[in-house]
């Protein structure tokens, strides 16, 4: 059994256009109604986008948590702007789930929403989900950031998945397939990151796909060697080694054209950023565009310079893991929460108010003319008894 579970929670209402307004709204809903059983209505849904309501991705992710936690469901159609999500027990028997958005939808986003609750599955068998859409596509993280920024990144909080990148898929056919094996835990530890340490070392992969030519990977990869060399030497802050790799996508496990860079900065306490470029195929070329490389490059070198423990996209991917865990979270943020942060903050809070979660933003020093937060968070300490 889940400690603490209402069969009969009242429904708990939910403005989609809440914070940032987008799809994040409706994930971390989705993920906590279904962990916790709590029935959900969201009028609204992404209201803050240009075309408002359910796309492709987010109608999938509804789905697979349909069938993660076997709820009932109304308005789970393209274009919906009101969802109604009564969740039953989760699944205690299927060790399989496979949700294919058949667009180029980002795979990444709907492994933020079915994560969370296949960690917590009722069994002890390890959980496969096959995901199809999106790799590497526009408006969501790569899956390099998944794998190699929120993988180490989750084990902190005592949790873990295996990967296999099947396919890679590109704007705009998609067609990548990815396999996420999850073990179902007991808890989630509260974690402390607050300790910046010093760099230790950057990676990362400067990819083509596809007729582009190889020297565009190429270039990705000076650039952002170039521009972390530069800005790290002029903050006095020493240089690691940086080690880009450039190549071409075999055709065989690539769907489509494109190219991108994502890097990876670690640190000697364990710190661990990431960041990530993408050029995108017939997108009109102007001259203010910064190249995918320097994009990749400031992904990284913001946090750190503002003497922060987590890049912006972690920040608020970890709200959800923070608000679960057993005791009590400091995630050192640097100078600002995010919008997409002040976002998953408010619907954790909103979705579990009746177990008291608060997250508290706490001033600590200050890195030059800035101040310094710490990102603190008692979470609710969800248990799965079947978990060994």
């Known amino acids: 059994m889940f400690k603490s579970i209402s069969k009969m929670s009242s429904v708990v209402k939910i403005d989609g256009s809440l914070g940032e307004g987008g799809g994040q709204v409706l994930r971390i809903a989705l993920s906590l109604s279904a962990l916790y059983g709590i029935p959900i209505e969201i009028n609204n849904i992404r209201a803050g986008r240009t075309k408002p309501g359910l796309a492709a991705q987010h109608l999938k992710g509804v789905e697979l948590m349909k069938e993660m936690c076997n709820a009932k469901v109304s308005g789970a159609h393209i274009g919906s702007t009101h969802l109604e999500f009564h969740p039953k027990s989760l699944h205690r028997h299927a060790t399989e789930f496979e949700a294919d958005i058949q667009t180029a939808g980002c795979i990444c986003l709907l492994a933020q929403v079915a994560l969370p609750c296949a960690l917590f599955l009722p069994q002890k068998f390890d ?80 990819y083509v796909a596809g007729s582009i030519n190889i020297n565009e990977a190429y270039k990705m990869a000076i650039d952002a060697k170039t521009v972390l060399t530069d800005e790290l030497t002029k903050n006095n802050i020493q240089v690691p080694p940086i080690n880009i790799e450039s190549y071409k996508e075999d055709r065989r496990i690539a769907v489509g054209y494109g190219s991108g860079i994502n890097i990876v900065c670690s640190t000697t306490t364990g710190c661990i950023f990431g960041g990530s470029g993408l050029d995108v195929p017939n997108q009109e070329k102007t001259p203010n565009i910064k190249s995918p490389g320097v994009i990749a490059a400031n992904d990284i070198l913001g946090p750190l310079l503002e003497g922060a423990c987590i890049d912006d996209h972690t920040q608020d991917q970890i709200i959800i893991f923070m608000a679960l865990a057993k005791g009590i979270s400091r995630v050192k943020i640097g100078n600002k929460l995010t919008l997409h942060t002040e976002t998953a903050i408010k619907v954790a809070e909103i979705m579990l108010a009746n177990r008291g979660l608060r997250f508290h933003l706490l001033e600590s020093g200050s890195v030059g003319d800035s101040p310094s937060y710490i990102l603190e968070c008692e979470g609710c300490g969800l248990i799965n008894n079947f978990a060994e």
């Open 127 to 206: 959980i496969l989900l096959i995901l199809k859409g999106g790799t590497n596509v526009p408006m969501g993280p790569h899956i390099e950031y998944l794998t190699e920024v929120m993988k180490p990144t989750l084990n902190k909080f005592g949790a873990d998945f295996d990967f296999a990148v099947l396919k890679r898929g590109y704007y705009p056919k998609g067609r990548g397939i990815v396999h996420l094996r999850v073990k179902p835990i007991k808890n989630l530890n509260a974690v402390d990151i607050t300790d910046l340490g010093i760099p230790r070392g950057i990676s990362g992969w400067a």
